[in-house]
């Protein structure tokens, strides 16, 4: 269950709470001060809606791609680090293994195809709301990886994909992990 605000187009903000619907269909939200209401959603966007404000941690995979002396970069357009340039990838979906769900977040987010090896980076992402409750808790697993093929271009998550080099790199608002992962396992940036 997690709250958020809504500006009504009355110009009136209201508070609403939300808890997964019946059987796991859709969500339910109650209006402070009454009614509920079941509003349907896809399977993705219900994950997307109920991965704010987690109740235990989550699982999350990225890959570090190399071409050309380049390596692999997204700009994120959703929160957490909205903005910042990062190794591209996601969440583990269940049943998946972490090359799995790298080899396929990579493809979601950049339409490059990749072989994933080897984990050879592990960090917590924690972000706090300003109350100080955790709005989102990732332990990221990066992970080697090959590239096979694809046009680049950027998808899902991503609002950005492109091949930076070391130098580019300077310029760009770049998450601290992803600087960190570069710089000690590769020498890079």
Known sequence: ???????????????????????GNGL???????????VLLTEHHRHAALRGYPDTPRVAVGAVVFCANRV?????????????????????ELGETLAQAA????????????????????????????SGR???????????????????????????ARWVSADEMQDLEVSPPTRQLLARQYAFG
Do not use: N
């Open 72 to 92: 692999l970069l997204v700009r994120r357009g959703r929160p957490p680090a909205d903005g910042q340039w990062a190794i591209p990838g996601g969440a583990v």
């Open 1 to 23: 269950m997690f709250q958020f605000d809504r500006l009504l187009s009355s110009g009136s903000c209201r508070r609403f709470q939300t808890q997964p619907g019946p059987a």
């Open 103 to 130: 080899e396929r977040e990579i493809r979601e987010e950049t339409g490059i195809r990749i072989e994933a090896q080897a984990p050879i980076y592990v960090f917590d992402m924690v972000e706090r709301d300003p």
């Open 28 to 38: 339910v939200t109650t209006a402070a001060g009454g009614g509920k209401e079941l």
């Open 134 to 160: 955790v709005r989102f808790h990732y332990v990221i697993v990066d992970l080697a990886a090959r590239f096979i093929g694809g046009e680049l271009r950027a998808g899902d998550d991503a609002a950005e």
